[in-house]
């Protein structure tokens, strides 16, 4: 509800209580809603509501007016007096009324039912020492507003599936090998633990059955009883894989910058440096007769403690040694070091811990200028390759440790990477430079495969069963529907299985043997039609297209059989032709008026 004088919103509010103390308002509330606080203006929508009531004509004083809100029906108000030219606005009665549906934010959808219910509004009291201010009471109602139901995108976790399930029914032919079908029984899977984007694949329950001995000829399918059991699968619970992070630098600038640190590790003083605009190298020593060699720590971690560190070599090996470094901290006081050199006594995997170097694996690493080293760690295993994949993984293994006495420690704050370099000066002033490093890649190790479950127990048998050759097997086929019958040669068509002969087999109008042997064929044509006066028929049966068999050309039915040697393949066909001296003349259907069959 707004609070408004001459269409301006007030500034300030005061109150003389009965006591005629004068006091200073700070705020106005409509129930437990601000309305103004002195510095802006507010509205308060309120609900629209229906009810009856009385609202006697308000009286306004000289220079001010009162917005008198519509009201359906008669009722009864006391009239507010303004005070100094204010205006005061006379609230909605209150009654019966419906809440609209509230507008719910934050990308949720909610489903509100109207609210229904009764209330009371009091009159109004309007102050007449300040001009514009007022009173508004609450309105009192009761009502009901059912539990919203809010949308939200969420996870859901499947629970545990239980179910009964069945071995399918085997088919098994001649010279064909057989697999004994999965046979369920009473059982469960372990829930096995992955790691998210990891394939799984889910065992069969266990169980225990036997499996009797099918027996049946050969080509042909035969159902092998069902064996039912019922298992409970266990819900997979998978891993979240934190983010794979990856970082590179190519060094094409004349400085290494805050993202990384350089340190001197044998105790002098100078550090490594970009060299060129190009790689990164050790700066020169400056004394004679000395060696130098330190680290650049890069100043970003991976998220997990496996990670791999690659870079192009810059020059050829030499006695100055250089290397790839992992699992550091970000001051470089504790890292493991892949060491490349062409010396013996430095060639290897190195590790600091506290500031202090030890050698934990000696052997070379064949590496040559232009040639991409990987250095990699997963678990406690550490492994040297040269010419990797572009993610740091494959390439020939040069060397590896495995850190089975917890020699190097892991987690938050030990997951940095970097290089080493070295350099060096003679007693003689000459200068001399371990390869430098380009290319430089750190990101998180990542494996991917396959996790299989842990295989489900059971036992079960199946016989070997018995194979018996298949015999020519007996087929038969009636007409199916009426055909109209002419004076000259014509196929009969539209077929159906005989009943008694289950192993028939139709194509094209004509049975198919399924092989080679003698039969007897047996055959019959009936006709019939309105009017029909001196029908004559006849009927000839013919095998891939020549004739086998024709019946003489007389009377409305006509049969007979012949016996023949089939090959496997061959199909038999019906042909006729009829003849009368009224009406027409119609093949009749049925397994007692035409039919075609051989046993």
């Known amino acids: ?47 629209r509501m229906r009810g009856t009531g009385e609202v006697p004509v308000p009286i306004v004083s000289a220079a001010a007016r009162v917005a008198v809100p519509t009201m359906p029906g008669a009722g009864g108000m006391p009239e507010p007096v303004p005070g100094g ?59 009901s507003f059912p539990v919203p139901v809010v949308t939200v995108p969420g996870i859901v976790s ?3 599936m239980t179910g009964t399930g069945q071995a399918p029914e085997v088919q098994v032919t001649a010279a064909a090998a057989i697999g004994a079908p999965v046979m369920a029984g009473t059982g469960q899977v372990p829930a096995p633990e992955l ?109 997990g403690d496996d990670q791999v ?40 995997i190195w590790a600091r811990v506290n ?33 990797p994949g572009p993610d740091g993984g494959g390439g020939t293994v040069a060397g590896s440790w495995t850190d089975t006495g917890g020699v190097v420690w892991t987690g938050a704050g030990r997951r940095h ?34 996790v299989d479950a842990p295989a489900a127990l059971g036992s079960g048998s199946m016989p070997v069963p018995s194979i018996n050759e298949i015999p020519l097997l007996p087929m038969g086929m009636d007409k199916s529907g009426t055909l109209a019958n002419g004076s000259s040669w014509h196929a009969v068509t539209g077929w159906t299985p005989r009943s008694g002969f289950p192993d028939t087999v139709i194509t094209s109008n004509g049975l198919v043997a399924n092989r080679p042997g003698e039969v007897t064929v047996y055959g019959k044509i009936t006709v019939g039609g309105a009017g029909l006066i001196g029908p004559a028929v006849a009927f000839r049966i013919k095998r891939n297209g020549a004739v086998i068999f024709e019946s003489p050309q007389a009377g409305a039915t006509q049969s007979g059989s012949v016996t023949v040697t089939l090959a496997a393949g061959d199909v038999l066909t019906m042909e006729s032709k009829s003849s009368s001296t009224y009406g027409s003349r119609t093949t009749q259907a049925g397994a007692d008026n035409t039919y075609l069959y051989f046993e």
Request: hydrophobic fraction near 40%.
């Open 85 to 143: 030219g204010g205006g005061a606005l006379v609230p909605v009665m209150a009654g019966l009324g419906a809440a609209e549906v509230p507008v719910i934010g934050g990308g949720a959808s909610i489903i509100a039912e109207p609210m229904d219910g009764a209330g009371e509004m009091h009159d109004p009291g309007v102050g007449t020492e300040v001009a514009g201010s007022a009173m508004v009471p609450t309105a009192v109602g009761t009502g």
């Open 195 to 303: 790691s998210a984007g990891h394939a799984i694949a889910v065992p069969a329950a266990a169980g225990s059955g036997v499996l009797h001995t099918p027996t049946h000829a050969a080509g042909h399918a035969v159902p092998v009883p069902q064996i039912v059991g019922s298992g409970t699968l266990l819900e997979p619970t998978v891993l979240a894989t934190p983010p794979q992070m990856i970082y590179s630098d190519d060094f094409n600038r004349a400085t290494l910058g805050s993202l990384w640190n350089p340190i001197n590790v044998t105790g002098g003083t100078v550090v490594p440096e970009i060299s060129d605009s190009s790689f990164v190298r050790m700066a020169a020593t400056t004394t004679n007769n000395q060696t130098n060699g330190g680290a650049a720590i890069y100043q970003r971690e991976t998220t």
């Open 158 to 160: 499947a629970p545990v």
């Open 417 to 450: 990477g970097g290089v080493y370099v070295s350099s060096a000066r003679n007693n003689l002033g000459t200068q001399s430079w371990s390869p430098g490093w380009d290319n430089w890649d750190l990101r998180d190790l990542r494996i991917s495969g396959v």
């Open 355 to 387: 500031g202090s170097l030890t050698r934990q694996a000696t052997f070379n690493t064949p590496a040559g200028s232009g040639d991409r080293v990987a250095f990699r760690v997963q678990g406690n295993r550490y492994e040297v390759a040269v010419n």
């Open 309 to 348: 560190v690659s870079a192009d070599l810059v020059g050829g090996l030499a006695v100055n040694v250089c290397g790839l470094v992992l699992r550091s901290d970000a001051a470089g006081l504790n890292f493991v070091v892949a060491i490349l050199t062409t010396g013996s006594d430095a060639w290897g």
């Open 1 to 47: 509800m707004p609070i408004f004088q001459t269409g301006r919103a007030p500034v300030a509010m005061r109150w003389i209580d009965p006591d005629g103390v004068e006091l200073h308002i700070v705020a106005a509330y409509l129930g437990e809603h601000l309305v103004w606080d002195g510095t802006i203006p507010a509205a308060e929508e309120v609900p």
